[in-house]
């Protein structure tokens, strides 16, 4: 179970923001990618939207083989540099589940910089417009993606696009390469809510099949998601780690949402 961070890790990183690629050429082929476009600048505003907030997560594991489980209430906070802090707010379950899946997560999340070596971008993926729905009074068009090469944290799936703002609805697929030998398949869905025009976090279920223990699964919640009004205290290591992207001074405009 001691690779379940790396798991984690790299579904993180995944879908993390990256500063902006140059454009494909696959919207000149096909002109209904041309929604990719206005993608790539709405991940940006959402990235800087997300910049000192904090919401509720609820994190359920479970290892079905080992008949073992675990729930953990916490308060995620994000710094306005871009740091992930928890605050654990209670724990029911298997203590096995609690250490090495969920605390994996959480120090994976932590440690977790965007990298846009794996981001959702023309220079890791070939795109193919795969059609358009229409759920909950929105309009998303549906994209399927392939990477170009076969990494760790690149994966094959589909992105669902919000076509008035560009953001992203849904994110979900099958990691094209394994982290760890002991691992066969890696698939995950990431749910966003929209609201005030920025996606906001709202599920990310993971499955992995393993070779030992079986499956392991990870659903989790976010809700009450709302600005972090206490004074924030910033320290040089954070200034200094935060990297690119915690820079707001380049004049990205940065959404205000409303509390749930």
Partial sequence: MRFCGTII???LLASSGAPAAPRDSDSKQDPRLAILDKYMDATQIQQAALRGVQMEVDIDAELPRLKKSGRLRALRKISRLGKITYKALGFSGDTTVKQ??????????SEARENGTIAITPANYKFRYAGRIEQNHQ????????????????FKGELWIETETGMPVRESGQFVK????????????????LRDGIALPSRIQTTVETRVIGKAQLLIHFANIARD?????????EASSAGPAGDTSGG???AHFRAK
């Fill in 100 to 109: 090495e899946v969920i605390t994996r997560y959480l120090a994976a999340e």
């Fill in 229 to 237: 009004e206490e004074p924030e205290e910033v320290s040089g290591d």
């Fill in 9 to 11: 890790l790299v579904c």
């Fill in 178 to 193: 394994s982290p760890s030998v002991f691992l066969k398949k890696i698939a995950f869905v990431r749910d966003y809510e």
């Fill in 139 to 154: 309009t998303m068009q549906v994209i399927e993606v392939t990477p170009r090469k076969k990494v760790v944290g690149l």
């Fill in 252 to 254: 990205t405009p940065v």
